[in-house]
């Protein structure tokens, strides 16, 4: 018997399930007021385009957030949670398209120096009181702050003497943000940034409502205090087991809003979510047990959701120490050895796409590959062989080189394929080490042991320098530890650039000196994986992985 | 009965009372210094594990770092620290947590404790109402069909371990049939703690029902009782008001490696259903470096159990006055 027949006969269950969470939730009555359905295209599910009485979404967000601050937030669960509190400046298309948010509009002047955004008069706090530039001033002041103890203050960093200020080298009034009047914010920049208005979306840049902090401190976030402008507020808080947040009904644009509750479930367990997905009890997960990625293929297909995604898998190779210090020709021979297709059909298998460049597909810019990507298999391995032979290696002298990874499955199947390519084609000896998080974490930020390392990174924004500038010589995640003076002085001269194709030019040119030097190999670009319920609607896959609840709604099942 | 005896009785109850009392607070001392060691111990050893609590795949600024370590005060020597850790505990401050900024260490043991003392709880009550009930019915009817189907599943339930035994429970009862909930604490009704509660008292049932059999049978064996049956008692009555309080000695004496199986238990079925106590937080606290958190939970559930023993040692001597405290 296939799932899907189960699911059906279940459907009862379901109902009285949500029936008691609505009970519990005490929101029975607000539900009949439920706008109706928007224009929402084709939409599939057992009933059509019917909603359900019920508007309550299960959605599983992985670990526990940190916090709910967005100025101290650093990571994936805590935005999401995040988007739905808060609106910033910008906001998001449910396709990633960037469209105005708590403000209505903006203009840019002085050769994108000078920003000027005009809020929304009706934008209101969720006690009621108004948004004003005023707490968009003291909000960014806060976030750069060196009292806030902010991970994640250098994203502001474009902004006119926001560094110094994060330093503690000028006063935080020094900050180049001001309130021309009550509705009117100027952000002043200390260089063009194509991107500024994309980094508006970010959690660092949202407005926290000052009378609240001033008045609780560190609780802020918490459930009873956090005060947010967004289309949802926080309910209740359990920690390591959900946060449950409910309809803003103070926020501007509520009435196109249609799920009532929405529970954030911290589950770290990507076997324990695939199952509480299957009992009903998630409606919408943040990944799938690559295992199961081939049963779900086959009898879930309907359910299965991916799409790309702005992060690169790669291995980075420590230049600071032997054997790879100094040593170019040898690593494009490690790179040049691995067959990408074969590790992203046969072992992730999930449609990640085989990376040859560092930089994923971004808009604006021009994706970089080595020449000899577009070379055969033979062509690559024959001159792998002679530039491993270059480099003083052979058959007699095996490389012998430690690949470290932190411990998951996953990571050593890769680990092992890649090991054993480089057997099969180079004859390289390799040691695989893994260790747990946090220590693989220390070992491969000081570089003392390392040699070969796995590592990933997901971009901050929709652009190629959040990528570009993680092998800066002076970046504190640029782990291979390369220092090169032409790209350091090619980022620089980008992100002074003012012209948008100059500057694309520029890290592209960049970008061909890091894949010809190779401090990393690029294995594979990230997609998304969503396992999401027929009755939930609304969902959009995009490349950030960025999903607004108000953007969503369960459909009649 | 004379005046004088009468007198010696009250004496003996004063003395008794007396050894009572002193046994009470000798335990109480020397339960300092164990306290001491566990928490130095858990100290230094969540000290020595490497990588720390703000190490993250965003590598944060060496600046923000040293500032962020400042206002932990791990800057500090650790013999300073460690003075300021237990400077606070004195006072009942268990510190902040360095993962979960919004909480204290306090705050987050008060909302999981309730939660795991919950689970726990049930989990020992049930362990203790089918092992004993299982263990006296098998001793009854020793070496027939009933015990040997019992001992093996007994047997069977000592040697699964939980974290076979549980996502098999949830595959089966929550994927497949659709009975109970697979994770979670949903609304808080207790449906959502049972396949948690069984996965957890499983292998306790198991345990208590082999002990309460091999008591059961012994007591049966002993004089007394055949005396009792000998003066024609009825069954019933022989088993539970002479034989059950006797041959639950050895069970009173496991109550403490028993809550103490059960906390261990519970860190890997929190984990495993999702449910947010004490155990989750412990393992999620020691993956995250939350090193307040970790020493929290230790110092927390190491009263506890010092207090536990106690309490055994006291129902042990209620149960049975022989026993020299």
Request: charged share 20%; proline share 6%.
């Amino acid at each position: 018997m296939t799932f899907f027949a189960r699911r059906c006969e279940s459907k009862t269950a379901t109902v009285i399930v949500l029936a008691a969470l609505l009970v519990l939730t005490g929101n029975a009555c607000s539900n009949k007021n439920s706008p109706a359905p928007r224009d929402y295209g084709e939409i599939g599910g057992p009933s059509g385009t019917e909603l359900a009485i019920v508007q309550v979404l299960q959605k599983d967000n992985g670990a526990e957030p940190q916090t709910l601050d967005p100025h101290r937030a650093t990571g994936v669960p805590e935005g999401n949670i995040l988007r739905d509190l808060y609106e910033p400046l910008v906001m998001e298309e449910p396709d990633g398209t960037l469209i105005p948010g708590a403000a209505s509009g903006w203009t840019s002047s002085d050769e994108g120096l000078r920003y000027e955004f005009a809020l929304r008069p009706d934008g209101r706090w969720s006690n009621g009181d108004p948004v004003t530039a005023h707490d968009f001033v003291f909000s960014m002041r806060r976030a750069l702050d060196p009292a806030t103890l902010s991970g994640y203050a250098s994203i502001l960093y474009p902004i006119k003497n926001a560094e110094e200020i994060n330093h503690g080298e000028q006063p935080v009034e020094n900050l180049g943000v001001r309130a021309l009047d009550d509705y009117t914010l100027e952000i002043l920049l200390r260089g063009p940034t194509p991107y500024f208005i994309g980094l508006l979306n970010h959690s660092m840049a949202y407005a926290v409502h000052p009378p609240s902090v001033l008045e609780h401190g560190d609780r802020f976030a918490r459930a009873g205090n956090l005060v947010g402008n967004g289309a949802y507020v926080l309910k209740d808080w359990v920690v390591q087991s959900h946060i449950e947040l409910t309809r803003n009904v103070r926020f501007r644009d509520n009435g196109d809003t249609t799920i009532d509750t929405v529970f954030y479930h911290a589950l770290e367990n990507s076997d324990a979510v695939f199952k509480r997905y299957r009992a009903d009890e998630i409606d919408l997960t943040q990944g799938i047990p690559s295992k199961q990625f081939k049963w779900i293929r086959t009898n879930m297909a309907d359910e299965y959701v991916q799409s790309a995604y702005l992060g690169s898998y790669y291995y980075g190779l420590n230049v600071t120490r032997p054997p790879f210090k100094g040593q170019p020709g040898l690593r494009r021979a490690l790179s040049m050895a691995i067959d990408r297709e074969i590790i992203t059909e046969k072992l992730s298998g999930a449609g990640e796409l085989p990376a040859y460049g560092w930089i994923p597909p971004v808009q604006g810019y021009e994706p970089q590959r080595p020449e000899w990507a577009e070379w055969t298999r033979e062509e690559r391995h024959a001159e792998a062989k002679r530039q491993y032979a270059e480099a003083g290696y052979s058959d007699r002298k095996p490389l012998v080189v430690e690949i470290l990874y932190n411990t998951s499955q996953d990571h050593k199947r890769i680990a092992i394929a890649i090991s054993s390519m480089w057997k099969q084609v180079l004859g390289i000896q390799t040691r695989l080490l893994n260790q747990e998080w946090k220590v693989f974490l220390q070992t491969r930020a000081t570089r003392f042991t390392t040699e070969a390392f796995r590592a990933g990174w997901i971009g901050d924004y929709n652009d190629a320098y959040t990528f570009a500038e993680l092998l800066y010589s002076n970046n504190e995640q640029n782990d291979p530890g390369w220092v090169n003076a032409d790209y350091d002085r090619l980022l620089t001269a980008a992100s002074m650039e003012r012209d948008l194709e100059k500057r694309a030019r520029l890290m592209e040119q960049a970008e061909r000196i890091l894949l010809d030097e190779t401090p990393l190999i690029p294995i594979y670009f990230y997609v998304s994986k969503h396992l999401v319920k027929p009755w939930v609607g609304g969902f959009v896959p995009n490349i950030m992985d960025h999903v607004y609840t108000k953007d969503l709604y369960i459909l009649k099942h | 009965m004379d005046g004088g005896a009468a007198r010696l009785d009250a004496h003996a109850h004063t003395a008794q009372n007396r050894t009572m009392l002193s046994f009470a607070f000798r335990r109480f001392l020397s339960a300092i210094p164990t306290l001491l060691i566990l928490i130095a111990l858990a100290f230094a050893l969540i000290r020595v594990a490497p990588g720390g609590p703000f190490d993250t795949e965003k590598q944060i600024p060496p600046e923000i770092e040293a500032r962020l370590n400042e206002a932990y005060h791990l800057d500090e020597p650790l013999y300073q620290q460690f003075g300021r850790y237990l400077t606070g505990l004195a006072q009942g401050d268990f510190g902040p947590s360095f993962q979960y900024k919004d909480f204290t260490v306090t705050e987050l043991i008060a909302a999981g404790f309730p939660v795991s003392l919950k689970l726990g709880g049930l989990a020992m009550l049930l362990a203790l109402l089918v092992g004993i009930s299982v263990g006296t019915l098998a001793a009854l009817r020793q070496n027939s069909r009933t015990d040997h189907v019992a001992m093996a599943a007994a047997m069977t339930g000592i040697s699964i371990p939980n974290f076979v035994l549980a996502p098999l429970l949830v595959l089966l009862f929550a994927v497949t049939l659709r009975w109970l909930p697979a994770g979670g604490l949903g609304d808080g009704s207790l449906i959502n703690l049972v396949l948690p509660v069984i996965s957890l008292a499983l292998p306790q049932i198991a345990y208590i029902a082999r002990l309460t059999r091999g008591s059961m049978i012994e007591v049966l064996r002993s004089d007394f009782i055949r005396t009792a049956r000998a003066q024609g008692l009825p069954g019933r009555e022989i088993i539970l008001g002479h034989a059950l309080k006797p041959a639950m000695l050895p069970i009173v004496s496991y109550l403490g490696p028993a809550t103490a199986g059960i906390i261990t238990g519970s860190v890997v079925i929190e984990q495993i259903f999702g449910v947010p106590g004490l155990g989750r937080y412990f393992v999620q606290g020691a993956l995250n470096r939350d090193y307040t958190l970790v020493m929290g939970v230790v110092v927390f559930y190491g009263v506890l159990i010092i207090m536990f023993n106690f309490l055994v040692d006291l129902a042990y001597r209620w149960l049975d006055p022989r026993v020299k405290l």
